[in-house]
């Protein structure tokens, strides 16, 4: 169900609350680790749904640094790709996790962008099992997502895809500041 949409910078922005592995978009936004060979979490089921041929494709990747994002083909999943980001483990605020965070929301952006994609879905990147504050995380992802809209004209539509009402309510109160209602 989606709970708020706005129009920025030319694509349309939205906070739904829902399952990422049952979105037919261009691109889910994967909260990986550095292995990017599964784990628990929302990582589990991306893996779960997508299939074994989703690990076999991530093994040839080579892991991925902390801040960064890989993409795959989505294999059972609705989506046709996966991006997989990895998001910064929470140390108390001092060790760069704001950065690494906003660095996983700008890359997925620019694989949307290198791939000419045109809808993608993200996950709350390290606000589960890696323990990033979930009001931060928000304000991060859509900030960033919004600055960095300008340098991927090719993504008209973006969705933030909460787990639970308190995490889609912590997005929409940073959504509802900009743009225009859809
Ligand atoms: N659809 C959408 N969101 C989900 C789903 C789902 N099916 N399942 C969980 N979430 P987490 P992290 C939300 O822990 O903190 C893994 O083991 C969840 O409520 O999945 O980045 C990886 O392999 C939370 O808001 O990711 C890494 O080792 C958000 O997804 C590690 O966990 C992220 O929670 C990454 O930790």
């Known amino acids: 169900m989606t709970q708020l949409t706005r129009r920025v910078s ?3 922005l939205e906070v739904i609350v829902a399952d990422i ?4 978009v261009d691109a889910i936004v994967n909260a990986a ?7 628990g979490g929302v990582d589990g089921a991306i893996h779960d749904a997508a299939g074994p041929e989703l690990l076999a494709e991530c093994r040839t990747l080579g892991g991925c640094p ?4 890989k993409i795959t083909k989505g294999y059972l999943l609705p989506a046709r790709h996966v991006i997989h980001a990895v ?8 060790h760069g996790e704001a950065k690494a965070l906003r660095s996983c929301y700008r890359r997925a952006l620019e694989l949307c962008q290198a791939n000419g994609l045109n809808s993608l879905a993200f996950s709350a ?6 323990r990033f504050p979930a009001g931060q995380a928000a304000k991060i992802a859509v900030h960033t997502t919004i ?3 300008p340098a991927a004209p090719s993504v008209s539509r ?3 895809c909460c787990f639970s009402e308190r995490s889609a309510a912590l997005h929409m109160d940073v959504l509802a500041r900009y743009g225009s209602p859809c």
């Open 10 to 12: 030319g694509a349309e």
């Open 21 to 24: 592995t049952t979105l037919g």
């Open 33 to 39: 680790n550095s292995s990017l060979l599964g784990g």
């Open 66 to 69: 902390t801040g960064d994002a």
């Open 87 to 94: 998001g910064p483990v929470w140390h108390g605020g001092s």
């Open 125 to 130: 990147i390290s606000t589960g099992v890696y």
């Open 147 to 149: 600055d960095t809209l």
């Open 158 to 160: 973006v969705i933030f």
